[in-house]
C-alpha cells in the first residue's frame, strides 16, 4: 500500500494552492519544485517558506485549523473565494498524515484569524475568554439566559476609561482566565451588572465595570443594546477586544476598533 505522498500528486495536480500545516523540513522540501503555490501554516516558520501564515493557537481541533490556516491565508490575499486549496495536516502525532481537499468560499471568512492575530492580548487568553463566553450561552446561569460584557487587553486605559459599580472581587488577587476555578467564578459574576477587565496576559483586572467611552461614530446591528455598544465603543478607544454574550439572543460577538468582527452561535459551536 502507497504512502501518503505516492499519491500527492493527483490530488496537488491542478489545485490553486497548498497549505502544509506545520510541516517537517522535508515534508515541505518535497513541494518547492512544483507549479502550485504552497503555503505553510504553522506557529512559526521554521523550515524558512517563501509564503508563510501564522498559527497563533494549537487548535486541537484539525477543523478549526484549517478554517484558521485558509482564513489566514485569504487576509494575506494568497487565496480567493472559489479557489480548490488541498490541506495537508496532522490528526495523530505522526506527521502529516491527513488530506482534505476544500473549495474556498466567503464563509470561511468569519473574521476571526484577524481577531486573534490582530489583538494586543495573547492568542490564548482570547481563547479562553471565548470558551467561557460560549459554555455561559450554552448553559446560562441556573437554566435561565444571561448576558455578559469581556474586555480583553489594554487593560489600564480601560480601566481609564470606566469606573467601578460595586466592589471588585479581583482587586488584590492574581487569578487568570482559563483556570477551571476562576471560570466558575467568572460564570456567577456575570449575573450581575458591569464589564470584567482582562488583562493581555489572561489576569482578571477588575468585575463590575461600568464603561464609560464615547459612543459616537459606533455603528452596531440593530436590536444590540447598551453592553454591545459599550463593547464597540471601548474597543473604539482602546487597543482592547471585547467579547459580548448577548443576553436577548444568545449569540457571542467580539469588537475590535469600534467594529463588529465575528458572530457565534454557542448552540453551533
Do not use: W
Not at 30 to 40: H, I, L, S
Not at 126 to 149: H, S, T, W, Y
Not at 172 to 190: A, Q, R, T
Amino acid at each position: 500500500m502507497g504512502s501518503l505522498t505516492d499519491h500527492l500528486s493527483d490530488l496537488v495536480e491542478d489545485a490553486d494552492a497548498v497549505l502544509l500545516f506545520s510541516p517537517t523540513s522535508s515534508f515541505h522540501d518535497r513541494f518547492e519544485d512544483g507549479d502550485t503555490e504552497v503555503v505553510v501554516v504553522a506557529p512559526d516558520n521554521d523550515v524558512d517558506a517563501e509564503v508563510f501564515v501564522e498559527l497563533p493557537l494549537p487548535f486541537d481541533n484539525v477543523k478549526d485549523r484549517i478554517r484558521f490556516g485558509i482564513e489566514g491565508a485569504m487576509d494575506a490575499d494568497l487565496v480567493t473565494e472559489g479557489d480548490e486549496v488541498v490541506c495537508i495536516a496532522s490528526v495523530f502525532d505522526g506527521g502529516s498524515d491527513a488530506v482534505v481537499r476544500v473549495t474556498v468560499d466567503e464563509t470561511v471568512h468569519t473574521g476571526i484569524y484577524g481577531l486573534f492575530v490582530n489583538s494586543r492580548a495573547e492568542p490564548s487568553v482570547i481563547r479562553d475568554v471565548f470558551e467561557v463566553a460560549i459554555e455561559l450561552g450554552q448553559k446560562g446561569q441556573k437554566g435561565k439566559p444571561v448576558g455578559a460584557l469581556f474586555v480583553v487587553g489594554d487593560a489600564g486605559k480601560v480601566m481609564n476609561k470606566s469606573r467601578p459599580l460595586s466592589y471588585n472581587p479581583f482587586e488584590k488577587s492574581h487569578v487568570h482566565v482559563g483556570d477551571p476555578i476562576v471560570n466558575v467564578m467568572l460564570k456567577e459574576f456575570s449575573r450581575l451588572d458591569g464589564a470584567f477587565v482582562v488583562s493581555d496576559s489572561g489576569k482578571i483586572v477588575s468585575a463590575y465595570r461600568y464603561l464609560e467611552p464615547g459612543a459616537e461614530g459606533v455603528d452596531i446591528p440593530k436590536g444590540l443594546g447598551a453592553r454591545h455598544m459599550a463593547g464597540g465603543a471601548i474597543t473604539r478607544d482602546t487597543n482592547a477586544t471585547a467579547i459580548v454574550l448577548s443576553e436577548s439572543d444568545g449569540l457571542v460577538r467580539a469588537f475590535k476598533a469600534g467594529e463588529l468582527v465575528l458572530e457565534i452561535d454557542p448552540e453551533e459551536y
